[in-house]
Structure formats: C-alpha cells, structure tokens
C-alpha cells in the first residue's frame, strides 16, 4: 500500500479549484477523512470559524451520512463534498494550500504527501493542541 506518485503529483492549483468550484482568492485550508469527533473536526471548524477574518476556507472531504458529524459539518463548512472517488482526491490536495493532518506527523500515511507536496500542515492531536509546520 502507498501512493501512487504518477496519479498524485503536482498538478496547476488554479486549474485544481476550477475543476472543483473552489474559490481563487482564499487560502484553502483541507481536511481529509470521515466526519467523526476523535478525528478533532469540532476543534478544526471551530478554529476555522476565529480565522474567517484572515481569508481562510476549510474544504472537507470524506464524509458520509452515517458519521456522527455528517449533517454538523454540511451546515457549518462551506465547502463540504462527503466522499468523493479516489482518483478525485490529488484535485483536493493541489487545490488546497493546507492539509489538516490527524494522527502521527511523518507516518507511513503522511510522509508520502509531505514528501510529494511542500504542505503547510496543520496536525491536531489529541483534540486539544494544533501546530502549524512549515
């Protein structure tokens, strides 16, 4: 298992946020992943929520009806698309201009995209401390 680096790799950010409807003139902001409470998502948008000043937009991916959050998060996150196909997802990545990352920095699920991508990476953990690496 990893990823495939011919399928995702840098592609034009602009091009990526047309194809996705996702605005130009914002720093976008990514999450990745089911709509649950250990994922940190409530501490996310709530931090995404005290940032509306600085231009920022959280763009969340990976959601289905049945998560605990699902119908918390289509309400409050304005650019929420649920679970999308796979080979969609290098489109997210390159139209986005930061990963919000939760588990372990630099594991084997992580260090492939921060290797192929000079991420800003913002990494929750344990739901109460967030630091942004860059």
């Excluded at 990893?2 to 592609?11: E, M, S």
């Excluded at 992943?33 to 937009?57: D, Q, S, V, W």
């Excluded at 049945?66 to 997210?92: A, T």
């Amino acid at each position: 298992m990893g990823i495939d680096l011919n399928k995702f790799r840098p592609l034009p950010q602009s091009k990526c946020r047309d194809l996705l409807n996702l605005p130009h003139d914002v720093k976008l902001v990514l999450y990745v992943g089911r709509f649950n409470y250990f994922k940190g998502l409530p501490l996310l948008i709530e931090e995404m929520y005290k940032l509306k000043t600085e231009n920022a937009e959280l763009v969340c991916v990976g959601g289905v009806p049945g998560d605990p959050l699902y119908h918390m998060v289509k309400k409050k996150v304005k650019f929420c698309f649920g679970r999308v196909p796979h080979n969609i997802m290098p489109y997210f990545y390159n139209a986005c201009d930061v990963l919000a990352y939760f588990g372990k920095m630099l594991d084997g699920e992580a260090l492939p995209l921060l290797l192929w991508k000079p991420w800003h990476v913002i990494s929750l953990l344990f739901q109460t401390h967030y630091y942004i690496l860059e």
